[in-house]
């Protein structure tokens, strides 16, 4: 079993930053597929960017190419979200995920474990 726990969501103007930490509770920490997703009101939860186990490859959604930057720190057990240029639809509920891999995973369904959650909410 792995838990994790996000934080470093909050309220920021358009134009803002945020970035975001999940922690995770496992010795095993680098041998996880990291990936971060999120879900805004009425909608599915949607891939935002995901790494692999030792950060070599990393990948994201078409709508946050070039805005934010997934990054891991292995002997922290952590895994960052850094989220520049935010805009008013980047509003949603971020969930931290991790699937024992190696290779970059998008899809939502082959992630076995997730966190609670955190707000992010980007006001116009």
């Known amino acids: 079993q792995v838990q994790l726990v996000e934080s470093g969501g909050g309220v920021v103007q358009a134009g803002g930053s945020l970035r975001l930490s999940c922690a995770a509770s496992?010795?095993?920490?680098?041998?996880?597929?990291m990936a971060w997703f999120r879900q805004a009101p009425g909608k599915e939860r949607d891939f935002v960017a995901a790494?692999?186990?030792?950060?070599?490859?990393?990948h994201y959604g078409d709508s946050v190419k070039g805005r934010f930057t997934i990054s891991r720190d292995n002997a922290k057990n952590t895994v960052y979200l850094q989220m520049n240029v935010l805009k008013p639809e980047d509003t949603a509920v971020y969930y931290c995920?991790?699937?024992?891999?190696?290779?970059?995973?998008?899809?939502?369904?082959?992630?076995?474990?997730w966190g609670q959650g955190t707000q992010v909410t980007v006001s116009s």
């Open positions: 790494i692999s186990w030792r950060g070599a490859t990393t």
């Open positions: 496992t010795r095993t920490f680098s041998s996880y597929v």
């Open positions: 995920a991790a699937k024992n891999a190696y290779a970059v995973i998008t899809s939502r369904t082959s992630y076995p474990y």
